[in-house]
């Protein structure tokens, strides 16, 4: 079996749903992390699993794992809604967290500088 088969298998959703979530991750990610970036205790976490997701070195499941997380981060009505501050973000840190506790090891260290530096940025760093 080829490597883009194995890939295939274990992404988390098919093929055409992960271009779509990381396609919508990419053009509405950083928009909504600005708007709540200062509110939230996992911002430098969503940001560098961001930069890892978008880091075409790093495996396509993980990729996968985490466009959904973020997508789900993203989405504008989720369980809990987001504008009840701390308490409706709950489900996307809980959402964010398992995604990372999966995929740690993939998240490097120069994923969490580029956070770093996108939290201090006006802009996200490329």
């Not at 997380?69 to 993203?74: E, M, R, W």
């Not at 809604?81 to 490097?108: N, Q």
Request: overall charge negative; aromatic content about 10%.
């Amino acid at each position: 079996m080829e490597k883009s088969q194995i890939d295939e298998i274990l992404l988390p959703v098919p093929a055409e749903k992960a271009a779509a979530q990381e396609a919508n991750v990419r053009q509405e990610f950083w928009s909504k992390f600005r708007s709540f970036a200062g509110r939230i205790p996992f911002a430098e976490d969503a940001a560098a699993a961001y930069y890892c997701a978008t880091d075409p070195n790093t495996p396509l499941r993980v990729r996968g794992t985490l466009f959904a997380a973020l997508g789900y981060f993203i989405l504008p009505l989720d369980a809990i809604p987001d504008i009840f501050a701390l308490v409706g973000m709950s489900d996307d840190m809980a959402v964010l967290t398992a995604a990372f506790a999966l995929v740690s090891s993939h998240i490097t260290d120069e994923h969490r500088q580029k956070a770093r530096e996108a939290l201090r940025a006006d802009e996200p760093v490329s």
